[in-house]
C-alpha cells in the first residue's frame, strides 16, 4: 500500500465505531443514516455522498433508482435500470469505481466539478434495494480501501432497512 492508501485506510478505521454509534445512538432511519452520511462527507472531503432507493417508477420504467438522503449539491432525482454508473451497479449488483467519470459510458453528470466516482449496491434480501453513491472533485480518488469500508458501510446501511 502506498502512504496515502495506509492513510485513508487509517482514517476510515477511526470513523467506523462512529459511524457504528450513530447507528446505535438513533433507531429512526433519516435521522440515523442521515447523520453518517454526513459524518463520512465531512471527514473525507468528498463532492457528494447519498443513496439512492429502488422504487416504483412511472411511464416506461417498472423500477427507478429515486433519490433519496443525500449530503452536497442538487443531484438527480431518478436514474433507470442499467443507466449511469449507479444504474450499471443495481444491475450487477457489484459495487462499480470510476476513476475517470469522463471515460465511463453513459455516466450520468449531477455535477460537472465530479471526476471519480464509486458506487456500492445495498443488499437486503438478496435485492439490490438502494445503492450507496459517492462523488469527488479529484480524478481517481477512489479504490480498494473504499470499497472495502464502503461495502461495510452499505452493510450498516442494509441492517437497518
Ligand atoms: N453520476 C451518477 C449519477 C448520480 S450523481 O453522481 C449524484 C451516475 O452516473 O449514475
Given at each position: 500500500m502506498t502512504t496515502a492508501q495506509t492513510d485513508k485506510a487509517g482514517r476510515y478505521a477511526a470513523l467506523m465505531p462512529g459511524l457504528r454509534e450513530l447507528l446505535r445512538a438513533e433507531s429512526a432511519f433519516v435521522p440515523a443514516v442521515g447523520n453518517l452520511l454526513a459524518a463520512l462527507k465531512e471527514e473525507m472531503k468528498w463532492l457528494w455522498i447519498g443513496l439512492y432507493r429502488v422504487a416504483p417508477g412511472n411511464g416506461n420504467d417498472r423500477e427507478v433508482l429515486l433519490l433519496d438522503l443525500f449530503q452536497g449539491p442538487v443531484a438527480c432525482t431518478r436514474i433507470g435500470y442499467g443507466k449511469g454508473v449507479c444504474g450499471t451497479s443495481w444491475a450487477s449488483g457489484e459495487t462499480v469505481v470510476v476513476p475517470d467519470v469522463h471515460a465511463f459510458p453513459g455516466h450520468i453528470a449531477c455535477?460537472?466539478?465530479?471526476?471519480s466516482e464509486i458506487v456500492i449496491p445495498v443488499i437486503r434480501n438478496n435485492q439490490v434495494a438502494m445503492v450507496l453513491d459517492v462523488d469527488s472533485d479529484?480524478?481517481?480518488?477512489?479504490?480498494e480501501t473504499d470499497r472495502r469500508y464502503l461495502e461495510e458501510v452499505a452493510t450498516l446501511i442494509s441492517d437497518r432497512l
Open positions: 455535477s460537472t466539478l465530479s471526476r479529484q480524478a481517481d480518488a477512489f479504490d
